[in-house]
């Protein structure tokens, strides 16, 4: 029998041993007899396709001229960098080079999923259900290609429970963790996407201000969160140093929002002028025209008809926003039957796994509701602060990218947050039925 303290270890080395198992497996033998393999380990239709070109270009100018020619991100691209180095280290240019990397972020998360939820009085059988949601067919493309979503994954939850240690664990030694998880967290969102590090503490001091309000003992967990939002500040301004000496800030989607920003800042017409907010908030909205103008006619689009050009129109779009961050996409009979048109590789599959995760998350959303209203204290004050902080990543993605299945790809550690907190609803209120 595995104690309490030894799961998360234990949740880790399965979870590593199998998606690194089943990925080579995956890649090797399953993917090659699809009409939907690209060669080299790759699916057709994924942002790993350029990934891998990218890869193997640095991997030349690696060998030719040596290492003085690796790049952090190449091209603005952290998984091209992370491959190309493998590549010149191992002598293969093949995607399961890096699969032991992905295999190893992607079990961290079900670690520390498994470790919150121990901290949440769950039971040991309970706790393990927060790892459904990392079993969901979707989830293939995260840890078995060779994308950046894994990194964020891994992330955003190590910064949750970086949390949940602030709040629930004692003793000073608590805070070395702490330090631990908020600055490892943080590296792995900034590493493939630097503009995320900036949202995510906006969103983490939006959701501890939240958790705050809801806690009985609140002069207690305000000194607590402050420090704790003191440590993710330091480690973001951290991260913007290194990242502006090395000449970051130019990479991935910021980068991108930001000469969006230059090419269209007509496009962007505030009321008034805000210091500092509307240089972020005009580069967020001018990336959201450039999307729609680039994207134009797909049929998994979300309100292309709605540009949002000023402050009014971003706060009459935020209820909207909130729901489709937490809806969308809504299963129709057409993506669980599978006749709905689709032109990408697999698009009818993926919309027809996309139908069914949604249907049950829906259940997860449920829970969420339930460990609000019927948990106390400290638990109850955390399930808030945390819903309020994937909720606020998530419009976050609705406002930049207004594309279903962009959203809901970039979306899932919050979707993996609200599992969590669905599944200790569920449990909180199968516990009060047993009583």
């Not at 440590?231 to 301004?237: G, N, Q």
């Not at 994207?295 to 000023?310: C, E, H, K, V, W």
């Not at 669980?336 to 829906?362: D, N, Q």
Request: with cysteine; aromatic share 14%.
């Amino acid at each position: 029998m595995v104690s309490r303290e030894m799961m998360p270890g234990w949740v880790f080395l399965s979870l590593f041993i199998c998606t690194l198992l089943f990925g080579t497996l995956f890649q090797w033998w399953l993917l090659p007899e699809t009409p939907w393999y690209a060669g080299h380990g790759l699916m057709k239709g994924g942002d790993w396709l350029q990934f891998f070109e990218e890869a193997r270009n640095l991997a030349e100018r690696i060998r030719s001229a040596g290492w003085g020619e690796w790049e952090l991100r190449y091209d603005g691209q952290w998984p091209a960098s992370l491959m190309a180095a493998v590549f010149v280290l191992t002598g293969r240019e093949h995607a399961s080079v890096v699969l032991p990397v992905y295999s190893a972020l992607y079990a961290l998360t079900g670690a520390a999923l498994t470790a919150v939820a121990l901290k949440l009085d769950m039971s040991d059988r309970r706790a393990l259900m927060v790892l459904l949601v990392l079993a969901f067919p979707s989830t293939i493309v995260i840890w078995g290609q060779p994308h950046k979503d894994v990194f964020s994954l891994t992330g955003i939850v190590l910064l949750i429970w970086s949390w949940s240690t602030v709040q629930f664990d004692s003793g000073v030694s608590r805070w070395l963790r702490v330090a631990l998880g908020v600055f490892l967290g943080f590296g792995l969102i900034w590493l493939p996407r630097p503009y995320l590090i900036e949202v995510s503490l906006i969103a983490m001091i939006i959701g501890m201000v939240v958790s705050i309000a809801c806690a009985r003992e609140r002069q207690v967990l305000a000194l607590r969160g402050s420090l704790f939002v003191l440590m993710a500040l330091l480690a973001v301004l951290s991260y913007k140093a290194a990242g502006q000496a090395g000449q970051a800030g130019q990479a991935g989607q910021a980068g991108q929002a930001g000469q969006a920003g230059q090419r269209m800042c007509l496009s962007w017409k505030p009321e008034l002028y805000i210091p500092f907010v509307n240089e972020q908030v005009g580069s967020l909205i001018c990336y959201r025209h450039s999307f729609i103008r680039s994207y134009s006619g797909q049929a998994s689009n979300i309100d292309f008809d709605r540009p949002l050009t000023n402050y009014h129109e971003i706060v009459s779009y935020l209820p909207r926003a909130a729901l489709l961050a937490l809806t969308s996409p809504v299963p129709s009979f057409g993506a669980l039957t599978g006749s709905i048109h689709a032109t990408s590789p697999g698009g009818k599959m993926k919309r027809a796994i996309a139908a069914y995760e949604m249907i049950v998350f829906y259940g997860g959303l449920i829970g969420c509701v339930i460990w609000i209203w019927k948990g106390e204290g400290s638990q109850r004050a955390f399930a808030s602060g945390v819903f309020v902080f994937a909720l606020a990543v998530a419009v976050f993605y609705v406002l930049s990218s207004p594309n279903e299945g962009t959203l809901y790809r970039m979306r899932f550690p919050e979707f993996t947050l609200w599992w969590l907190l669905g599944v200790a609803g569920w449990n909180l209120l199968r516990l009060e039925m047993m009583a």
